[in-house]
């Protein structure tokens, strides 16, 4: 039963990303003839190039990179992406969307999407040099100068902007305001600052045993304790407060993670 719930929801989800791709693309991006990054954005520069229907293009285009998700994610993920491309396609092809607007800007704001994300995986991971991320810049890089090239240097920088406010929207979906951040701790007080973060703050903090020094003392004999934490964007000032209140002089590092799982106090701190 919630195997079969579960997709259904996918199956709606589906429908409902396929008419939010096709709006974006026949109610702002085609009229103001903007391209978008990634897969999208090829299939939309060769539809203006070879005067193809881009409906084809976009369906043709994305069969390799399929084939490439099934090899290196599995067949459900090959199956969802295959029915999802195909619904886009009909709908580009069938579907009447209005124009909503003339205006360059706007857009360029609300009408991008993208799909280079299953090319830079399989670069990435037979590359130690270039990450995913790097993979699909340089990826649009040559995609917006090509735009540059056959469709001008205006509708290129509009349509960079297009991909730029694209991505941001995605992040911010996936991540939400709250997203995760990873703190490390040194302090000659830390059990001070670890016992004002878990109880205080009602926080989980993980305890590492370790050494360190600088300039010409080299590596110290005693061990001291190394504090990890995560907590979200909006709580970082409030662990900082705690820390420097403490321990003015404090070694103090933060990172984002894309993910947490598990083993994680989801109480707020903030009220």
Partial sequence: MKRLTKESIDGALIVLAVFSAGFGLKGFLLSSHFIDGGVTGVSMLL??????????????INIPFIA???????MKFAIKSALAIAGLSLCLAFVKFPDVTPDKLLTAV?????????????????SHLLRVGDVILILNIF?????????????????????????????FLIHGIEEYTAITIIS?????????????LNRGVTVYKGGGGMGSKGITEFEQSILYCVVTRL???????????????AFVTTHALSDVEGGFIKKPLLH
């Fill in 188 to 200: 000659t007080k830390s059990e001070e600052i670890r016992e004002a973060i878990t109880r205080g």
């Fill in 47 to 60: 539809a203006t190039v070879l005067g193809l229907p881009l409906s084809v293009l976009i369906l043709l």
């Fill in 143 to 171: 995609i917006f100068l090509a735009a540059a090239f056959f469709l001008g240097v205006e509708p290129a920088l509009y349509s960079i902007l297009t991909y730029a406010a694209a991505s941001k929207t995605i992040d």
């Fill in 235 to 249: 709580e970082i000032g409030k662990v900082k407060d705690v820390i420097k209140e403490i321990d003015p002089t």
């Fill in 68 to 74: 490439l998700g099934y090899r290196q994610i599995g």
């Fill in 110 to 126: 609300f009408g991008g999407l993208d799909g280079t994300e299953i090319a830079a995986l399989l670069v990435s991971k037979n």
